[in-house]
């Protein structure tokens, strides 16, 4: 049997499955796998399954044209922590998980959106507290979303699914933004600026791949040109959101409040964000559902089975 490599615990069904076709080492910490784990990984498994935080740079590729890995089998539809034309450079292919994290990721989107534009969670604070005196007509007043303008960041198949949720659901108006035209089945218009829909949107969600192209691309000047009611939500890649812009961002005003489940330094956290009560905060929730990473890591495993077997891979990126 080929040899599989597994950086995290898995769901048991999903591990069930790849013990039917490869010999499996899982690994039991839930922490990033450190270089010299990532090398030794490359030279003792056919087949590793990663995930986020795992940084497969292109140190890490080094000299490893004749490593018996061939295939990182990713765990997750994100894989800016891989240099994919590092390990293709040497050999290794990669490939994802995407569709199955889209709806649960939406639900996260839309959660955060409510919790911020309503202020559930300082809401819930105050009853936690045991400091919260009662109804009456002007407590804790936030935006309502029926009838306001929601604008997407990446019209992808989460950014679609958000669209679809906030339309449908919520009644908003949608407009979005993309790198390049995309007509989607949905009542939403496309916007050529990233500024018009800046200064166009209610609630701005962010739905962007990582990588090097979308690095702060929301940052000092982008806060500039929202709304000073407007909410931001983040649920793409942590480091797509410049933190320190957008602390100043909140301590100036010019936006009404975030809600963020990624981070730039993830898995920390500015005190800055932690203090603000008008800061909504989740520890990465965004697939954070057993059925959602079951399907992500049986698809993980469906590829690194069509590698072993010399099928073309299902997923490759």
């Known amino acids: 049997m080929s040899e599989l490599y597994i950086t995290r615990p898995l769901p048991e069904k999903v591990l069930a499955r790849a013990r039917a076709h490869f010999n499996v080492t899982l690994r039991e910490q839930t922490t990033a796998l450190k270089k010299g784990e990532m090398r030794a990984a490359l030279v003792l498994y056919d087949v590793v399954i990663p995930t986020l935080g795992d940084l ?19 765990f997750g539809v994100g894989y800016n922590h891989i240099d994919v034309a590092a390990a293709r450079a040497v050999g290794i292919r990669v490939t994802n998980t995407p569709g199955a994290v889209t709806e649960a990721t939406a639900d ?13 969670g300082e809401g819930e604070r105050l009853v936690r507290a045991a400091k919260w005196s009662g109804w009456h007509p002007t407590q804790m007043l936030g935006l309502h979303l029926g009838g306001k303008t929601c604008g ?14 906030a339309h449908f659901g919520l009644g908003m108006e949608v ?54 009611h407007a909410h931001l939500i983040n649920i793409a890649r942590g480091d797509v959101v410049d933190e320190a812009a957008l602390i100043a961002a909140l301590d100036a005003g010019q936006i009404a ?50 590698h072993i077997e010399g099928r073309a891979l299902p997923n490759l990126v």
């Open 152 to 165: 997407i960041i990446g019209m992808g198949r989460i950014g679609q699914a958000i669209a679809r949720r």
């Open 175 to 228: 407009i979005y933004h993309n790198r390049s035209a995309r007509p989607i089945d949905l009542p939403a218009r496309q916007v050529g600026a990233l500024d018009e829909l800046l200064q166009s949107a209610d609630c701005v969600v962010v739905a962007v791949p990582g990588g090097a192209e979308t690095h702060h691309l929301i940052s000092a000047r982008e806060f500039e040109h929202m709304r000073p």
């Open 108 to 120: 996260i989107a839309l959660m955060l959106m409510l919790m911020s534009a309503r202020r559930a």
């Open 257 to 306: 409040g975030a809600g963020l489940d990624v981070y730039e330094f993830e898995p920390e956290v500015p005190a800055a964000l932690r203090a603000r009560d008008n800061v909504t905060l989740l520890p990465h929730l965004g697939t954070a559902a057993l059925d959602v990473r079951e399907e992500m890591g049986l698809m993980a495993v469906e590829n690194g089975i069509a």
């Open 56 to 74: 497969f740079t292109a140190e890490v590729f080094d000299g490893m044209e004749e490593s018996r890995c061939r295939l990182l089998a990713n």
